[in-house]
């Protein structure tokens, strides 16, 4: 476990990272509502892999070309070429509703293994702020498999060259910014932008995946002249000639190490203290799955995790690698759940 692991766990579960997010203190972890052989709260000792019978849908909650989208189709295609599975994963983008689409769809499948999802914060933020009537600790939690970062991001053409040139611009007039949906992890940055560095009100645009959000910063869709996209959504127009985006800084403890980001300033270093927002980049199955069919996809995203071809994704996206399953992901999942229902409520997101 690295160093920066270490320290954004502590803080997960110590509550912290609600004072981050939103200016307030952490709180109590609810208990959950999951089926004792669906928590993860264990692996048993001696409980035999259930294996899928059929192909297997991989729920993905956004619209293709986004960082869900992104991660699914990498990790079915990991599964394919390590045979981690006797049926195929068929990556399927059920997307719609900030995420309630494909929520629902899998939360109706209980106790069906052939169904398993992608998600990321919007899993939380969308099941509060519309008040679906589950939660995340209903689902049969799988893995997390990496702690993805968000930098700021502009377009190539921009004049801002550092952090203090955005927030600069920002506190003299609102600009306009965009993010992947309403009331959801983009939108929460910002606002933790705007209450860090006092700068006036963003004009917020949602969009419908983080290829829109880059694709809008890109041609200036709309005015947006700013994002907080994931590595992995703006690389193609960073890398592209000529270059689309560039990114000013990361909001992380430490500047990426390796791949195509490396030495990026973080940035803290600029002024801008946010170190500690992560999207979650996990898997979940419907509820109610047994303790065998859990075991299965559990050992099959380890199988991902440990692929040289993982290692070198992770790498070339400034992720930070980060599998838990058992005890340790449902315990990831309830904090949470709770960080994010009081990011809701210290935002009035609560429909």
């Known amino acids: ?12 579960a110590a509550g912290m990272l609600v004072a981050v997010a939103c200016g307030g203190g952490g709180g109590g972890t609810p208990a959950s509502s999951q089926p004792a ?16 019978t059929r192909p297997v849908e991989f729920v993905i909650s956004t619209a293709p070309g986004g960082g869900s989208d992104i991660y699914a189709r990498f990790m079915q295609g990991v599964i394919e070429k390590q045979k981690l599975s006797p049926q195929p994963v068929q990556p399927v983008n059920k997307e719609g509703a900030s995420g309630a689409v494909a929520f629902t769809y899998v939360f109706e499948k209980r106790g069906d293994m052939h169904y398993i999802m992608i998600t990321l914060n919007s899993f939380f933020t969308t099941i509060i702020t519309q008040k679906l009537p589950y939660k995340a600790t209903d689902f049969t939690p799988i893995a997390n498999l990496a702690l993805d970062p968000f ?21 003299d007039k609102s600009i306009v910014v965009a993010g992947t949906g309403s009331k959801q ?29 880059a694709a809008a ?9 700013a994002t907080v996209n994931n590595p992995s959504e703006g690389i193609g127009l960073y890398q592209a000639t000529p270059r689309k985006l560039r990114p000013l800084c990361a909001f992380t403890p430490d500047s990426p190490a390796a791949g195509a980001y490396k030495g990026l300033a973080t940035c803290k270093s600029q002024g ?6 992560y999207i979650m980049r996990a898997v979940m199955a419907p509820p109610s799955l047994s303790a065998g069919q859990q075991k299965f996809w559990v050992d099959v995203f ?10 070198k994704f992770m790498d070339d996206n400034a992720l930070d ?15 949470y759940q709770k960080l994010h229902e009081d990011i809701a409520a210290k935002n009035n997101w609560v429909q």
Request: net charge negative.
């Open 272 to 277: 801008l203290d946010i170190t500690d927002y």
């Open 217 to 225: 910063l890109a041609g200036h869709q709309g005015g947006v002249d």
């Open 37 to 52: 052989a669906a928590s993860g709260t264990t692996q048993p000792t001696g409980v035999a892999a259930i294996s899928p």
């Open 302 to 311: 380890k199988g991902v995790f440990d692929s040289a071809d993982w290692k």
């Open 185 to 213: 992890e983009d939108e929460a940055l910002f606002r933790r932008i705007q209450s860090t560095a006092n700068t006036k009100p963003f004009t917020f645009v949602p969009q419908t995946s983080g290829a829109t959000v």
């Open 1 to 12: 476990m690295t160093l920066r692991s270490t320290r954004v766990l502590s803080l997960l």
């Open 151 to 171: 930098f700021l991001w502009v377009n190539e053409d921009s004049p801002w060259k550092t952090a203090p040139d955005f927030v600069k611009a920002a506190q």
């Open 321 to 335: 690698p980060k599998f838990l399953s058992g005890a340790d992901f449902t315990k990831f999942i309830a904090d």
